[in-house]
């Protein structure tokens, strides 16, 4: 697809906006107990920190652009402080000799890329499978929920995780999904909604490991939901060469722009 720049700002925009959404739910659970702090540098640009969670996943800053290479250096501080060497992550969109100048000068290299992609909601031929689906709405859906999305609890009690994901949902455009087999949880998802985009996060479970990481059936759920929203586009993310990107391709899927992670050597 040939997306525009302030499309793009848009798509960028929101899933920044679940990125902190999730960050705020975690944060909530207890006294903090996976140490979660973040910078937003802008709508698009966000800095994840969490203390006592190792990894990129929550450790990475996010939509760093050209315009904002005078933030490396105090992130570079802030995640130092904390003991932490962070991943910084470009998209192509945003491509500028100086900010790949600068990254490459404090020893950071192309690690990995992942696809954006995005489409339009219209529904695949394949509508009939997304009536399995459960839509979150009880605090028993909610619980089988959080056994199969991993969310990192901390050691925080059924209770708390609740509570903290209750809350989270009242936030606007904050959907659950969730699939069983043999009447036993198997798959979960997320849809986020902003501004007329709505993303798609991966599903996690054993069931959303089919396929190269495609659960159709949920992602088919998803794209109704949108439609029903009103979402002008759908976005959700592959790694460049995999086969999560080949099904999301058949899917009606394109790509709008790619992400690099940039990791210290």
Same mark, same amino acid.
């Given at each position: 697809?040939?997306?525009?720049?302030?499309?793009?700002?848009?798509?960028?925009?929101?899933?920044?906006?679940?990125?902190?959404?999730?960050?705020?739910?975690?944060?909530?659970?207890?006294?903090?107990?996976?140490?979660?702090?973040?910078?937003?540098?802008?709508?698009?640009?966000?800095?994840?920190?969490?203390?006592?969670?190792?990894?990129?996943?929550?450790?990475?800053?996010?939509?760093?652009?050209?315009?904002?290479?005078?933030?490396?250096? *105090?992130?570079?501080?802030?995640?130092?402080?904390?003991?932490?060497? *962070?991943?910084?992550?470009?998209?192509?969109?945003?491509?500028?000799?100086?900010?790949?100048?600068?990254?490459?000068?404090?020893?950071?290299?192309?690690?990995?890329?992942?696809?954006?992609?995005?489409?339009? *909601?219209?529904?695949?031929?394949?509508?009939?499978?997304?009536?399995?689906?459960?839509?979150?709405?009880?605090?028993?859906?909610?619980?089988?929920?959080?056994?199969?999305?991993?969310?990192?609890?901390?050691?925080?009690?059924? &209770?708390?995780?609740?509570?903290?994901?209750?809350?989270?949902?009242?936030?606007?455009?904050?959907?659950?999904?969730?699939?069983?087999?043999?009447?036993?949880?198997? &798959?979960?998802?997320?849809?986020?909604?902003?501004?007329?985009?709505?993303?798609?996060?991966?599903?996690?479970?054993?069931?959303?490991?089919?396929?190269?990481?495609?659960?159709? &059936?949920?992602?088919?759920?998803?794209?109704?939901?949108?439609?029903?929203?009103?979402?002008?586009?759908?976005?959700?993310?592959?790694?460049?060469?995999?086969?999560?990107?080949?099904?999301?391709?058949?899917?009606?899927?394109?790509?709008?722009?790619?992400? &690099?992670?940039?990791?210290?050597?």
């Amino acid at each position: 697809m040939i997306a525009s720049l302030r499309r793009i700002r848009r798509m960028v925009e929101t899933q920044t906006a679940y990125r902190l959404w999730q960050l705020e739910t975690l944060a909530r659970l207890g006294a903090n107990p996976h140490g979660i702090a973040w910078r937003q540098l802008d709508e698009g640009a966000i800095a994840l920190l969490a203390r006592r969670l190792p990894g990129p996943t929550h450790n990475r800053v996010i939509g760093l652009r050209a315009d904002l290479v005078a933030q490396i250096e *105090p992130l570079l501080a802030w995640y130092a402080e904390a003991g932490i060497k *962070p991943t910084f992550e470009t998209i192509s969109a945003y491509d500028d000799p100086t900010l790949t100048g600068e990254l490459v000068r404090r020893g950071y290299y192309q690690s990995g890329f992942q696809v954006v992609l995005a489409a339009a *909601p219209v529904l695949p031929r394949q509508d009939a499978v997304a009536n399995a689906i459960e839509a979150v709405d009880s605090g028993r859906q909610l619980a089988a929920f959080l056994e199969v999305y991993g969310w990192p609890g901390g050691g925080a009690s059924a &209770a708390d995780l609740n509570a903290a994901w209750s809350a989270g949902l009242r936030a606007k455009g904050v959907s659950l999904y969730l699939r069983r087999s043999q009447a036993r949880p198997a &798959a979960a998802a997320v849809l986020f909604v902003r501004d007329g985009i709505g993303y798609c996060a991966p599903a996690a479970g054993v069931a959303a490991t089919e396929g190269g990481g495609l659960d159709a &059936a949920l992602l088919v759920r998803r794209i109704a939901d949108a439609r029903g929203a009103g979402v002008e586009w759908l976005l959700t993310e592959a790694d460049l060469l995999g086969a999560r990107r080949t099904g999301l391709t058949r899917m009606g899927f394109e790509a709008a722009y790619i992400r &690099a992670r940039w990791t210290s050597l």
